[in-house]
């Protein structure tokens, strides 16, 4: 059909070996590779392998934690900040006065209030990526172990850096290994009355990862002419 419509318009084969084709490589799909991770410890800032006198939290892929569709290959390591919502409305900017340089996010969904309050992840992490964020964490959902899919556009802008969905039950361990041992419910009503990041350092609590990407690559036929 396309070789038709080519011809009745007059155009001229400039495809490869004079036809009206060429083929044009492109991202089919996208999925995690093996050496994805993610960890949490306390007790040693440089380090978030286990060892004396230190606490660890240790996930599953796919249970504990999900790539977002939009995250970025890399990795990361830095101390832990709880952001609250995350949000900026209203004149309210809740990064205003602190350096997220090479630390690493943690956000809830959303907004705490109206949809004024609201803004979407992908926003948040550009907002965390100009600040100098190695990494952003999202909880999930209100569930205890509620995932999105990974289901990205294999044409989709990625973020810049590693984006993870993590469930509010991994949440909830982490802030017990900080010493404060809130749940969900508690952390969500914390976030809606301060609504600004604050550091989970008491007991020095980092996180440390890697988002792997696999890229599976397609030869498709392109119309060309002239």
């Known amino acids: 059909y ?24 492109v991202t089919a799909a996208v999925r995690w590779g093996p050496h994805t991770d993610l960890g949490f410890a306390s007790g040693d800032p440089e380090s978030v392998e286990s060892g004396p006198g230190k606490g660890v939290v240790f996930t599953a892929q796919g249970m504990d934690y999900a790539v977002a569709p939009f995250s970025s290959e890399g990795e990361f390591q830095g101390g832990v900040l709880f952001g609250g919502y995350c949000t900026q409305a209203a004149g309210q900017d809740d990064f205003s006065k602190w350096d997220l340089k090479g630390q690493v996010l943690l956000c ?10 609201r803004a979407s992840d ?20 209100r569930s205890e172990r509620e995932l999105p899919a990974f289901a990205p556009s294999p044409q989709a802008e990625e973020a810049g850096l590693p984006v993870y969905y993590v469930t509010a039950d991994l ?12 749940k969900f419910a508690a952390i969500q009503q ?26 599976e690559r397609q030869q498709l036929p392109n119309g060309v002419g002239w």
Do not use: N
């Open 2 to 25: 396309l070789v038709q419509q080519f011809s009745a318009m007059g155009l001229e084969p400039a495809g490869e070996d004079g036809s009206y084709f060429s083929r044009v490589e």
């Open 108 to 117: 809830l969904r959303d907004g705490p209030f109206t949809p004024a309050f």
């Open 122 to 141: 992908q926003y948040k992490v550009f907002r965390a990526r100009s600040r100098g964020a190695a990494a952003v964490f999202f909880i999930a959902g």
């Open 171 to 182: 949440a909830a361990r982490v802030f017990q290994l900080s010493g404060e041992g809130a």
């Open 190 to 215: 914390q976030a809606s009355r301060r609504g600004r990041p604050r550091p989970l350092r008491r007991d020095g609590v980092r996180a440390g990862g890697a988002v792997e990407l696999i890229r």
